[in-house]
């Protein structure tokens, strides 16, 4: 699962792929419509590589969450954002048992599984990445 060059824009609905750059705006496309827009340095952009949830250990990356849940969905659709409040808590205890109730907000979840369904129905969610990368460091271990 690559999330690199995946973003969120504030105030504007579903997720965007970077495709171009210019000298004051990026071009990006809807993961939804595949219409592109232009984003300014004015907007607030969010990185999907760079998000993560809060955990009482240590926070982790938004890319283990949903490999998480993709191994439990079998790389199929998750729960709807529009589920109830309870359901999608309860869901997120079973693919995180530890995350920190306190300081992710019952938006944040909606937010986390509406996310989760568009990189999915844009072909992005995959187990084969981990797969290969788990190989390269199962190797790694074995040079040394």
Not at 3 to 24: D, H, M, R, T
Not at 28 to 57: C, G, H, M
Not at 114 to 141: C, F, H, P, S, V
């Amino acid at each position: 699962m690559d999330l690199s060059g995946v973003i969120s824009i504030s105030g504007k609905p579903g997720l965007f792929k970077v495709v171009a750059q210019s000298k004051n705006n990026i071009i990006v496309e809807s993961l939804i419509d595949n219409k592109r827009i232009p984003a300014y340095s004015t907007d607030r952009i969010s990185a999907l590589e760079d998000i993560s949830i809060y955990t009482y250990e240590e926070d982790v990356p938004l890319k283990q969450v949903y490999t998480s849940l993709a191994k439990k969905e079998d790389c199929k659709a998750g729960p709807s954002h529009k589920e109830s409040l309870n359901k999608l808590t309860s869901y997120l205890e079973e693919i995180l048992p530890d995350y920190d109730q306190d300081r992710v907000y019952p938006s944040d979840i909606k937010k986390l599984f509406q996310w989760y369904n568009i990189l999915q129905k844009a072909g992005l969610i995959t187990l084969e990445e981990e797969k290969e990368e788990e190989n390269k460091e199962e190797g790694e271990k074995a040079e040394k």
